[in-house]
């Protein structure tokens, strides 16, 4: 079961890490180091939009839905929660985004970028933003529903459209390259409703009922969206430190290496909240819990230890592929920065359990202080070991979350029936 389903959602995570590669690599080849490092400091932004626009529910869209399934009532009003949860949470985002447009200080956070080219992105990433939020959220109901062939090609489709809007206006120049990242996903998200719909997920049907259930939301809200805000707050942060102590080419050079964990943490997450967060309840017992939990953890970090090596192994190789020559100083920072996606891999899988369980205190005293400890550690190893500091405060920090989120894992509570 578990094989059948690794690679059944490994190979529709292959596609997504095929757009986000060629993405990457269009990037790399048009953009020098600095103009790189501009454009991550961007997705960063559209993060922060993506996390306060739609509450960080995807895991609760899932999780929910698959609790609720059968009870067709339950569920209709469970989602009708869910959707005017996001709907308010959009409209409050976008007026923060258009005063943010107009009274940020873009010209330190996007040196040497015209700054109303930087608005303008801003304004087009609304509805792009939007439209992110409709594909993960129809994509998470399938999951949810078990509808595996429709969560697949959604996501398909979706990759493949992206990879297409920014070759071709790349290519043409016909946008600039911040707004072209902000507006690749508003076609595809027509085509994630439209397969959505065919499953069940009718949002005119969904609004006419008359149930609103709201509480079960409020956990998984408070656990996607903590993180999903703090991390790039964090990364801005190191990325706006590497500058200053090293130089804007530099932070290139290290949102390079960051972008490697990202392509391998995107497939590993996404496979993992496939497998894992459906079969997580908290009327299991704890026999049937660990029986099912601990080989398939077993597996996961074996899986992961097979991958960072292979990555070591060939980490020269690895640059060129998904970048390009100037970014070629990357490899040799590369040791710790897999050490710690080594560990990152087990920790995903553990907090998983807690998101399934909604256990939010403890969720997010760990990601709290785990987000934390990377800043300062990224910050204080920059004085003490120069720009290695950042990949060995991210490695450490992976494990100490790992062990931490094991612990805790293992001492909760379980049905005793």
């Known amino acids: 079961m578990f094989v059948k389903s690794f690679l059944g959602s490994g190979a529709v995570t292959a596609f997504n890490a095929l757009r986000a590669f060629a993405i990457n690599k269009l990037l790399a080849v048009f953009l020098p180091p600095a103009a790189f490092a501009c454009v991550g400091q961007f997705m960063n932004l559209l993060t922060i939009g993506q996390a306060t626009s739609s509450l960080a529910l995807q895991n609760g869209w899932t999780s929910l839905t698959a609790q609720n399934f059968k009870n067709e009532k339950q569920l209709l009003g469970v989602w009708r929660g869910g959707l005017r949860l996001t709907t308010f949470a959009s409209l409050f985002t976008f007026v923060a985004a258009v005063l943010f ?21 801003i304004l087009f990433a609304l509805p792009g933003v939007f439209a992110t939020n409709i594909i993960a959220i129809c994509a998470a109901v399938m999951n949810g529903m078990g509808e595996n062939r ?13 990879v297409l809007w920014v070759a071709f206006f790349l290519y043409t ?37 008359a149930a609103d259930i709201r509480e079960p939301w409020v956990s998984y809200a408070l656990m996607g969206l903590v993180p999903m805000v703090m991390t790039p707050v964090v990364l801005t942060v190191i990325r706006t430190a590497v500058a200053s102590n090293f130089g804007q080419d530099a932070a290139g050079i290290w949102q390079s290496v960051l972008k490697v964990s990202d392509f391998l943490f995107m497939m590993m997450s996404a496979i993992l909240t496939v497998i894992i967060l459906p079969k997580v309840s908290a009327q299991q017992t ?6 099912l939990f601990n080989p398939l953890l077993l597996r996961v ?80 190893l920059m004085k003490l070991v120069e720009f ?22 293992r001492r909760l509570k379980w049905n005793q029936q």
């Open 173 to 209: 120049g016909q946008l600039s390259v911040l707004s072209i990242i902000a507006t690749q996903s508003i076609v595809a998200a027509f085509f994630a409703i439209r397969i959505a719909s065919q499953a069940g997920f009718r949002v005119k049907k969904v609004w006419s009922t």
């Open 301 to 380: 970090m074996g899986i992961s230890l097979v991958m960072v090596t292979a990555l070591f192994l060939c980490r020269g190789l690895l640059v060129q592929i998904l970048f390009s020559r100037a970014y070629m100083g990357a490899a040799d920072y590369l040791f710790y920065q897999l050490l710690g996606d080594f560990f990152r891999a087990g920790g995903f899988s553990l907090a998983l359990v807690l998101i399934a369980r909604r256990e939010t205190k403890k969720f997010l005293s760990i990601e709290i202080g785990s987000e934390i400890f990377l800043a300062a550690g990224s910050l204080i």
């Open 101 to 121: 447009c107009f009274m940020a200080p873009l010209e330190t956070l996007f040196p040497g970028m015209n700054t109303r080219l930087v608005q303008a992105a």
């Open 150 to 162: 429709k969560w697949a090609l959604i996501n398909i489709v979706a990759s493949l459209w992206q």
């Open 286 to 291: 704890r026999q049937e819990f660990f029986k």
């Open 388 to 409: 290695q500091g950042p990949m060995m405060a991210y490695a450490v920090e992976n494990f100490l979350y790992f062990a931490v989120m094991f612990v805790v894992v």
